[in-house]
């Protein structure tokens, strides 16, 4: 009985490990800075040479996409506290532990389509060779690269 209640703790663990490292990848990339608003977006209109009905459209699905990923990233937070209360409490409901870890999945998921669906609003928006340069950009992200001039371009900061 011990071993299973440690597996099942490991287990969610692993996976409010997994989805904290999501969120600070999403913050880092994709949530615009305060201090800056839309300086990674002015480095993009460049790159890309953004007209100004591409700039104006590019704005608009940008505004949705972080409304509709800021509302997502908020249920995560419930969640995870959720979660954590749970964990904390003398006794354990392992079918309540494992329903918030499906909503925790489930908001991952939705994050994650939430992302494929703007990438391929911003293709529709763009020309073939800005499609091209665009996608150079988000592998260029994807890479994780640590190096201070690589991966600029997405991160909104």
Same mark, same amino acid.
């Given at each position: 009985?011990?071993?299973?209640?440690?597996?099942?703790?490991?287990? *969610?663990?692993?996976?409010?490990?997994?989805?904290?490292?999501?969120? @600070?990848?999403?913050?880092?990339?994709?949530?615009?800075? @305060?201090?800056?608003?839309?300086?990674?977006?002015?480095?993009?209109?460049?790159?890309?040479?953004?007209?100004?009905?591409?700039?104006? %459209?590019?704005?608009?699905?940008?505004?949705?996409?972080?409304?509709? %990923?800021?509302?997502?990233?908020?249920?995560?937070?419930?969640?995870?506290?959720?979660?954590?209360?749970?964990?904390?409490?003398?006794?354990?409901?392992?079918?309540?532990?494992?329903? *918030?870890?499906?909503? *925790?999945?489930?908001?991952?998921?939705?994050?994650?389509?939430?992302?494929?669906?703007?990438?391929?609003?911003?293709?529709? @928006?763009?020309?073939?060779?800005?499609?091209?340069?665009?996608?150079?950009?988000?592998?260029?992200?994807?890479?994780?690269?640590?190096?201070?001039?690589?991966?600029?371009?997405?991160?909104?900061?």
């Amino acid at each position: 009985m011990k071993v299973k209640v440690l597996t099942y703790a490991a287990l *969610i663990l692993l996976i409010v490990n997994l989805t904290a490292l999501g969120v @600070i990848v999403y913050h880092r990339w994709f949530k615009p800075d @305060i201090s800056c608003p839309g300086e990674g977006f002015e480095r993009l209109k460049q790159e890309l040479s953004l007209s100004p009905e591409q700039e104006k %459209l590019m704005l608009q699905t940008r505004g949705d996409f972080h409304n509709n %990923l800021d509302a997502l990233s908020q249920k995560l937070q419930e969640e995870r506290r959720s979660l954590v209360a749970s964990l904390k409490r003398e006794t354990m409901d392992m079918d309540e532990l494992k329903g *918030i870890v499906k909503k *925790i999945n489930a908001y991952q998921l939705q994050a994650q389509e939430k992302v494929v669906e703007h990438l391929l609003e911003v293709k529709n @928006i763009l020309e073939p060779e800005q499609q091209e340069k665009f996608f150079s950009i988000v592998l260029e992200r994807f890479e994780m690269s640590h190096e201070p001039r690589e991966g600029r371009y997405l991160r909104i900061r």
